[in-house]
């Protein structure tokens, strides 16, 4: 029996502004997956709504947001502000822990690429227990070195075997800085973007096991 999905527009209320998001509600979910995504990307990134979609076909909610506004966006240097899209992250994280309809859900992060992940990861250092599993797809922890140790949530790292060589070293130099449960999944064949035919589906594989694993913690 497939499960009921609710699809809602929402905006997360931030002082004079306000973030845009889709949120898929998967009825008795297993969890909900905040996705923060990479330098240039929103809330209608293809390939994380791809694997929004797969990931409610397997029982979990998901909430696709804007970390900057449109005019913001327009600013290379909030592209690549860490500082501001941890904050913008950590803000919808609060409100999804609020919100009535998602309020008890467990919370999961799915990071893609080097900011999207570095944000996750600095968030998650922050915020412990309240945050039960986090996957960094093709991203840079090295951006975020100083917290790794501070890391206590169980953190899966995805990297694509034909990446630039500097993210693959970087994914596997600073397992040894990481004090919590880690893994690091190197998916053949597959580069930045998993833009090669079944790469996502791969991406979507490990991520449901790992949350699957972790995420009812």
Known sequence: MI????????EVPLGDISL??????VDDSKGIV????????NRLSVRNNY??????????????FDLLTPLEAEIQQNRVNLELLTKRLLKVTEWVRSYHETKHLPIAYFGSSSYGAASALKAVSKLGDKVKAVVSRGGRPDLVMD??????TPTLFLVGSNDEEDIVESNKKILSEMNCIHELSIIGGASHL?????????VTEHTVNW???YLHL
């Open 3 to 10: 499960a009921k999905v609710t699809y809602r527009k929402i």
């Open 20 to 25: 845009k998001g889709r949120l898929k509600l």
């Open 34 to 41: 905040l996705f923060s995504h990479g330098k240039g990307s």
């Open 51 to 64: 694997v929004a979609e797969l990931l409610v076909e397997h029982g979990f909610s998901s909430l696709l």
């Open 147 to 152: 917290v790794l140790k501070d890391i206590k």
């Open 194 to 202: 998993f833009e090669e035919s079944g790469k996502m589906e791969d």
């Open 211 to 213: 949350f699957d694993k």
